[in-house]
């Protein structure tokens, strides 16, 4: 016990001591020692005779008084002697990712953390609070209660030992203090692992908040799984953590519009499809109904009407397949001679099909060049009669392999690259007894395996990429090959006409780097931007010539379906969702973390903290004491003659 005014017991030892003086001169009980059993006796006796006994009993209990009220004055207290008058700092990081929307018995478990803090530290007390995306530095809960009360929930969690590394940037670079550092989270188990490391100067407390239920559904995502014609068919992936579900319903919006309603029987996936006209404007919604994690109940994304794709032939052969397979319902196609070929048109294309040439000039190789480097695609068409050093110079500029002389042999193209993106969703399943086509002349050459999209049966290429260049080696009319009746023909220059232009992807993840290609020409000091209702951001972007490279990461910040626009004309929707890693509810085991300690209540360690350095006031039980002292007095008064 320790006393603010210590000065004071000086003045009770002055009082006491004649007192006691005075006690051993009553003579009445000089002589019986005080440990007798007979003095007890005695004084029993003379309790109701002895006038002298009242006055001692009412010295006795007078000088008990003024002790307890002399002690009160004096302030006595308890303390932890090694923190009292030890300043105390508190940082607290208070975790507000998507996970943290799990329900507690007093609702979210960010609530939950929120109402704890505002209830149990002081209004006016220093401390430092932040978030995965707000700092509240060196202020006091009464200047920031109505913050916390509106915080909003975060796409992006710092990674553990990241926020306790920021957490012991914030404290003072005064060593005297007591320094206390708090994590508040659910601590969900991801990749990173905690690594707390021993610090003499700051006490690690981590908070675990657990849900009350340990189950939640997703929707994972969304993607076109066939596409014909009349119709495109949607499959949409779920995933649930918990009791199988025997009918989960699945709700498709267009806009606000109920479109399809299904329900599904899912265990721990499950997949459900949707069908919705072709060439239609859809901006979607998939809904679920799940009562943990709200964020993940709704999926947005968009299929915008196409923009046709420009494709520009170069002919000095017949170009009629070419303009059957590319129509005018989805493509832009214009077919030249060489000879009167405008250069000025090269750039504004997505596909350029070299059409059997004999030649090519560096001219048109270097005005190639910049057109594929800007995102175009290149199609190669040889001819049985060209000019070797022009053609192997082009190819050298995309990493093909260069051309050898002309080889007269009939072959079969009997090796089909399955797994290829340009003949991945053509077949069904490999086929052994393809009818397969052939040519007469050909190009020998030595192309990677890779490389090759079909390939002749001793493995040479008949048709190979590299990056956004395409080359035949060999001419296709109908007089050396009969591959312009095969039914390959069709999906592979359909289809690298429609890979020419990237169709935008149905969605895009809040908070990762996305990179989006807007098909449009901008005139000089042309900007676009990301319209989202009222709110409208320019995000980072390249200028292309026929496209601009959109890049976005932090914005938007909301789920949802915004625009893209150049001024106020409208260019193209695009559908942005939070990840849905936050859905996966695994937790660490934080008690198996070295060199922290662990609680499970916010309340509950936030007054840890304030034992440390609280004083335990004593004074008012010596108050107390010379209240009852003085009632025994007043009784001894009334009862005692």
Not at 266 to 277: G, H, V, W
Not at 375 to 383: A, K, V
């Amino acid at each position: 016990m320790q006393f603010k005014h210590p000065e004071l017991l000086y003045a009770l030892l002055l009082l006491i001591i004649p007192i006691i003086v005075h006690l051993f001169q009553l003579r009445k009980f000089k002589s019986v020692p005080f440990t007798n059993v007979q003095f007890l006796k005695e004084l029993t006796i003379q309790t109701r005779k002895s006038s002298q006994l009242k006055k001692w009993l009412t010295l006795f209990i007078r000088l008990m008084l003024l002790t307890c009220i002399i002690f009160a004055f004096a302030q006595p207290y308890s303390s932890d002697k090694d923190s009292f008058n030890t300043k105390s700092e508190t940082v607290i990081y208070l975790d507000n990712s998507f996970s943290m929307q799990a329900t507690s018995a007093n609702g979210s478990l960010l609530n939950t953390a929120i109402q704890d803090i505002i209830e149990t530290i002081d209004d006016n007390e220093d401390i430092s609070i932040f978030t995965n995306d707000i700092n509240y530095n060196k202020t006091t809960i009464k200047a920031i209660k109505n913050d916390l009360i509106q915080l909003k929930h975060s796409p992006n969690q710092l990674a553990y030992d990241a926020a306790i590394l920021k957490g012991k940037q914030l404290f003072s670079d005064d060593n005297s203090t007591i320094k206390n550092l708090v994590l508040i989270s659910d601590f969900q188990q991801k990749n990173e692992v905690i690594t707390a490391t021993k610090d003499s100067l700051i006490n690690l407390k981590l908070v675990q908040l657990k849900p009350a239920i340990n189950e939640n559904i997703a929707i994972d995502s969304v993607f076109i799984s066939k596409t014909t014609i009349e119709n495109i068919e949607l499959t949409v992936t779920l995933k649930n953590q918990g009791n199988p579900i025997e009918t989960l319903p699945v709700s498709l919006f267009n806009n606000d519009k109920l479109i399809a309603k299904t329900a599904v029987n899912i265990i721990d996936k499950a997949t459900t499809n949707f069908t919705i006209p072709t060439n239609t404007i859809f901006n979607g919604k998939i809904i679920i109904d799940d009562r943990n994690l709200q964020y993940d109940n709704t999926l947005y994304f968009n299929i915008d009407q196409r923009e046709k794709i420009k494709v520009l032939s170069i002919n000095e052969a017949d170009d009629n397949f070419l303009s059957k397979i590319y129509t005018n319902d989805e493509f832009e196609y214009q077919s030249s001679a060489f000879n009167t070929l405008n250069y000025n048109t090269l750039d504004q294309q997505n596909l350029i099909v070299l059409n059997e040439l004999k030649d090519i000039p560096n001219s048109l190789t270097t005005a190639l060049k910049s057109f594929t480097d800007n995102g175009g695609s290149l199609l190669i068409i040889p001819s049985e009669d060209i000019v070797l050093s022009a053609y192997n110079r082009i190819f050298n500029n995309y990493g093909l392999s260069s051309f050898s002389a002309l080889v007269s042999s009939e072959k079969k193209i009997t090796s089909i690259n399955f797994s290829h993106p340009l003949l991945l969703n053509v077949f069904d399943k490999r086929v052994s007894n393809f009818q397969y086509p052939k040519s007469n002349t050909f190009y020998s050459n030595a192309t990677n395996s890779v490389l090759s999209i079909l390939a002749y049966e001793d493995g040479m290429s008949f048709l190979s990429q590299s990056g956004n260049a395409f080359r035949f080696s060999a001419a296709i009319n109908t007089d050396n090959s009969n591959f312009k009746n095969s039914p390959l023909i069709v999906p592979v220059l359909y289809n690298i006409g429609k890979q020419s232009l990237k169709a935008g992807d149905l969605f895009y993840t809040i908070g990762k780097e996305n990179v989006i290609d807007i098909a449009t020409q901008l005139q000089q000091d042309d900007i676009l931007t990301l319209v989202n209702g009222d709110n409208s951001v320019i995000p980072l972007q390249k200028t292309f010539d026929n496209k601009v490279e959109l890049i976005t990461n932090t914005y938007p910040d909301v789920a949802g379906i915004i625009s893209v626009k150049n001024k106020d004309a409208f260019l193209k929707h695009l559908s942005f969702n939070f990840d849905r890693d936050e859905s996966n509810l695994v937790y660490f085991d934080t008690q198996n973390i070295d060199h922290t300690a662990v609680d499970n209540s916010v309340a509950s360690a936030i007054n840890q903290i304030k034992s440390t350095t609280n004083v335990n006031e004593l004074w008012k039980w010596f108050v107390i004491f010379a209240v009852i002292f003085l009632m025994i007095e007043m009784l001894i008064l009334k009862f005692l003659k």
